[in-house]
């Protein structure tokens, strides 16, 4: 049974203003009942305020994918410092940057936001500027050659996004996006489609 849209809407809010209270109590270091207290009612004044628009999300979290998607995370995060820290450590080398148009596969504001986040949170890429009408990202990329060429630069992306998909997407998101959940699947359609 869903809720109607305005409750929904006003369970959402209350959420967040909770939420704000607990980084307004983490921001100044007490848990205090006065400090949580103050926390809420400016959480409240910022959730009237300055109101989010809604996003709209139909899929649900799938576990194992989202596992994967933040091993790999972790993994790209550790690679990338790696690569960023012996680039500033020699000097010798003149690093070629380049910007990147992406046009991803999923056109929601959700999975472009995600993207957008978890490609600028790995070091040495940047989104300079993200199309939502086009669903298009432009990313700095710090060394397209360690990248591994403009084009691996723009597959890594794309195969971010579809893990972020895999992870969190609906079945009718994937397919749209051309995409199915697991290798599995990948495998027993290709089989299908071979004669």
Same mark, same amino acid.
């Given at each position: 049974?869903?809720?109607?849209? &305005? =409750? &929904?809407?006003?369970?959402? =809010?209350? *959420?967040?203003?909770? *939420? ?15 400090? %949580? ?11 009237? #305020?300055?109101?989010? $628009? ?8 799938? #576990? ?26 020699? $000097? ?24 957008? #986040? ?39 992306? %794309? ?27 990948? =495998?027993?359609?290709? =089989?299908?489609?071979?004669?």
């Amino acid at each position: 049974m869903s809720l109607h849209p &305005r =409750r &929904r809407a006003l369970r959402v =809010r209350g *959420w967040t203003a909770v *939420w704000l209270a607990v980084a307004w109590a983490l921001l100044w270091g007490n848990f205090a009942i006065g400090t %949580l207290l103050v926390g809420l009612v400016v959480g409240l004044a910022v959730v009237a #305020v300055l109101p989010m $628009p809604a996003i709209d999300f139909h899929g649900r979290v799938h #576990v194992g994918p989202l596992l994967y998607l933040v091993a790999r995370f972790v993994a790209d995060l550790t690679v990338a410092s790696i690569q960023v820290a012996w680039q500033a450590l020699n $000097p010798r080398r003149t690093p070629r940057s380049a910007v990147l148009a992406v046009p991803l596969r999923s056109h929601s504001d959700l999975y472009l936001t995600l993207t957008a #986040v978890l490609t600028s949170l790995v070091p040495g890429s940047v989104i300079v500027e993200a199309h939502r009408v086009s669903g298009t990202l432009y990313v700095h990329v710090l060394d397209v050659a360690t990248s591994g060429g403009v084009e691996e630069a723009r597959s890594h992306v %794309l195969d971010l996004e579809a893990r972020i998909l895999r992870a969190l997407g609906s079945d009718e998101e994937l397919a749209e996006a051309g995409l199915v959940r697991s290798r599995r699947e990948a =495998r027993r359609s290709e =089989r299908e489609v071979a004669p």
